[in-house]
């Protein structure tokens, strides 16, 4: 089994299935390590599918902007995959006073950063979307926003990542980084042990252990996050929804049914032993909420559901880009829930770095040393 490149990526999502397609691409050699047995196992398989700008922190604008401009537009032809992107806009949907509230200072923020969104009203709602009930009162509308599959887009990264030559090796846990003469040099995990001139570690929630082997701690903790699916529908809508609080998130799919995600606030409650499972609370939380917005869903059938964990940081956004203390080590971690979407422009962008270490965007509020102590 191959054990040494040039790159080694910890991580078998969305990011590292990305970052390593685009290396592959310059002809660098990688391999990619996968704690679980499957790709893509953890978040890049249990979101939602949003690929907005609208409703993010300014700080990752311009790497989505980028994104959504220059490489989701073709991303299917470029995967040989469908990733059933639609760029039909993002609703963000407000009932009262404190929604708009909360829903202007994000808008005036992003206007602020160059993008296209703005405030309507509850009749301009819908007119976009005629399916939302009289409850919705306000909204920041962005039209460049829009949703893809996760699954397919994942695995179109894998796919033409193998093909270029990537080496992937599924459940192979990290246990630890190792430095040598001040630089990274080794992954070991409990049966092997890899080499590399330079390591990526994009292993979501994961990604807190493994750092903290080689003396470097990103502040993150876990969120449970659960979606679930309707059975198929008639063609209702394509926009991208969301509300003021990010309590409830969704879309109509290519095949018809809806994917709603959303959280009911109980979740710490849960008994699930550490995995990320069901409760049995959050899916009728979930469905109370669209029946309010969608009254025409009322009786739609749920097909199933799914749980999963989100690596939230302490500030809102991910952590990107080198790790100054230690040559040749690079991180793409914390991406609070936001991460398929941006997944693009992170992987194509992280492959920059390493290769020419340049970016075409910049990713200094992005950078590791925020966390540093200010003297």
């Excluded at 876990?222 to 926009?239: G, I, K, R, Y």
């Excluded at 422009?345 to 950078?367: F, N, P, R, W």
Aim: aromatic share 6%.
């Amino acid at each position: 089994m191959k054990k040494t490149a040039e790159v080694i990526i910890v991580g078998g999502g969305i990011i590292g299935c990305a970052t390593a397609y685009y290396l592959a691409k310059s002809g660098i050699d990688v391999i990619v390590l996968e704690g679980s047995d499957h790709i893509g196992n953890g978040g890049s398989s249990r979101n939602g599918g949003g690929v907005r700008q609208s409703g993010r922190d300014v700080r990752e604008l311009p790497l989505v902007m980028y994104g959504i401009k220059n490489l989701w537009p073709n991303l299917s032809e470029e995967l040989e995959v469908d990733c059933e992107y639609h760029q039909d806009g993002n609703l963000r949907l407000g009932k009262n006073d404190a929604h708009k509230a909360i829903l202007t200072k994000l808008a005036d923020n992003a206007r602020g950063a160059g993008l296209d969104v703005r405030m309507i009203d509850g009749d301009e709602v819908r007119a976009i979307n005629p399916y939302l009930s009289d409850e919705v009162t306000c909204a920041s509308w962005c039209p460049t926003d829009g949703h893809a599959n996760p699954l397919t887009t994942t695995l179109g990264y894998y796919k033409m990542a193998r093909r270029l030559g990537v080496t992937f090796i599924s459940g192979e846990q990290v246990k630890e980084l190792r430095v040598i003469r001040g630089r990274i040099r080794r992954v070991i995990t409990p049966n092997n042990v890899y080499e590399g001139e330079n390591v990526l570690v994009a292993a979501g929630l994961d990604s807190r252990e493994i750092l903290t082997s080689a003396g470097i701690d990103i502040p993150m903790t876990n969120s449970l996050l659960e979606c679930l699916v309707t059975e198929a529908q008639p063609h209702m809508f394509d926009q991208m929804l969301g509300t003021a609080e990010a309590d409830f998130y969704g879309h109509q799919t290519k095949h018809g049914s809806f994917v709603f995600g959303g959280s009911s606030g109980l979740e710490r409650y849960n008994k699930d032993n550490g995995t990320p499972i069901n409760s049995s609370k959050t899916a009728p939380c979930i469905c109370r909420g669209i029946m309010k917005y969608f009254p025409d869903l009322a009786n739609a059938k749920i097909v199933r559901t799914w749980a999963g964990w989100m690596d939230a940081s302490s500030d809102g956004v991910p952590s990107l880009g080198t790790i100054d203390e230690i040559p040749g080590l690079y991180v793409a971690c914390a991406f609070n829930g936001h991460g398929f979407g941006i997944a693009p422009a992170v992987g194509e962008q992280l492959a920059k770095l390493i290769v020419t270490v340049k970016t075409d965007v910049d990713l200094s509020e992005l950078h590791y040393d925020r966390y540093k102590a200010k003297i």
